[in-house]
């Protein structure tokens, strides 16, 4: 069975500051990761997705994430955080395409000046 | 890229009362919808799969016959909270694989349904 484990439920930054979100999978087989956005009341925004291609993905507004298998790792990191990247951010892994995602617990992103 | 539209965005209702979810994928054909819950500052939680054509797939521990989901066509897919309780009240999200042009790797997520039930 698929697992996601996203440690620490809550992250605060300065503005600035390099942004590190980490998230670690369990899954039998080569998975498929995801890293989505989450604003108050709102749905899902993908930031970016590993699907077996490069190990070092690059997503929207400045996020990039990188796959290492050794570490069952798909860590979320932005050089330098802004205001506007306060928000809940969601880990999700699939087995394969057209699958139900897994998700993770989420990790709630304070960005202070 | 591909959109799934859902309606309502929120919702208050009483107690007994029936609510519709509606989500439509608007420029391809969603043969399958997955169906999430999220309660307040938890994480989004599989409830069930719709398939067009055929019976929806539940969770475990998730009641089929209070929430009913209907797939009559390959665009659209309706959750109906049926004789809502205050526990029910929480965030409803559907979501579609993408379509076989993205590699079925992309999923494709609704605005949400905030449902409050008094």
């Known amino acids: 069975a698929q697992s996601v484990t996203q440690l620490g439920s809550h992250v605060s930054v300065s503005e600035g500051a390099l942004v590190l979100l980490r998230c670690n999978y369990s899954?039998?087989?080569?998975?498929?990761l995801f890293w989505y956005v989450q604003y108050p009341n709102q749905g899902l925004q993908l930031l970016l997705k590993?699907?077996?291609?490069?190990?070092l993905v690059k997503g929207i507004n400045g996020f990039e994430a990188e796959f290492k298998k050794s570490e069952t790792s798909f860590h979320l990191t932005k050089p330098s955080a802004h205001m506007s990247d306060a928000a809940e951010y969601f880990c999700a892994v699939s087995d394969m395409g057209g699958t139900a995602l897994i998700f993770g617990k989420g990790t709630t992103l304070s960005v202070s000046s | 890229g591909a959109v799934v539209s859902q309606h309502p965005s929120w919702v208050i209702c009483k107690s007994g009362t029936s609510v519709k979810i509606e989500c439509r994928s608007l420029?391809?054909?969603?043969?399958?919808m997955f169906w999430y819950r999220q309660f307040p500052k938890q994480s989004l939680m599989l409830m069930a799969t719709s398939n067009e054509g055929s019976k929806a797939t539940y969770e475990q521990g998730v009641e089929k016959d209070k929430f009913l989901i209907n797939h009559a066509s390959l665009t659209l897919s309706t959750l109906t909270v049926t004789s809502a309780h205050p526990e029910d009240s929480s965030f409803y999200i559907c979501?579609?694989?993408?379509?076989?042009?993205?590699?079925?790797?992309?999923?494709?997520f609704g605005q949400g349904t905030r449902l409050t039930v008094v």
């Open positions: 899954s039998s087989v080569p998975p498929y």
């Open positions: 979501s579609a694989p993408g379509a076989k042009g993205q590699g079925n790797t992309e999923a494709f």
């Open positions: 590993y699907t077996s291609a490069a190990t």
């Open positions: 420029d391809f054909q969603a043969t399958t």
